[in-house]
């Protein structure tokens, strides 16, 4: 199994930057390994529905992000380290929500929006934005 662990969450006020990082860990069955991963970030407030906010693909050389995000928040990967990160700036009340990682191991060179094409999930991060 691929386990997933994010860090980096907490309180900033707005205006500010945080950096979450996703860990992971074990692995698939199948051999696959961490480098061949697709790897997204979603994140659900309150009240709202799990939502995308940024993926990259298994090379980290296409890369796609919400429109909410786009050009504030950074998604990027480290193969050796097993880890995918998001640097978020410019942070808005409106971001205030749970964020987590996502593993795919569809077989595609893109980088996925869609929940539905993970197959594995971390259990979220906290992450609060104040006026």
């Known amino acids: 199994q691929v386990q997933l662990v994010e860090s980096g969450g907490g309180l900033v006020q707005a205006g500010g930057s945080l950096r979450l990082s996703c860990a992971t860990s074990g692995g698939h069955p199948s051999g696959r390994t961490f480098n061949t991963y697709a790897l997204g970030w979603f994140r659900q407030a309150p009240g709202n529905e799990r939502g995308f906010v940024a993926a990259?693909?298994?090379?980290?050389?296409?890369?796609h992000y919400a429109d909410s995000v786009k050009g504030r928040f950074i998604i990027s990967r480290d193969n050796a380290a097993k880890a995918v990160y998001l640097q978020m700036n410019s942070l808005n009340t409106d971001d205030t929500a749970v964020y987590y990682c996502a593993a795919s191991l569809r077989p595609t060179r893109r980088a996925m929006p869609l929940a539905s094409d993970y197959d594995y999930w971390g259990q979220g991060a906290q992450v609060t934005v104040s006026s």
């Open positions: 990259i693909n298994w090379s980290g050389d296409n890369t």
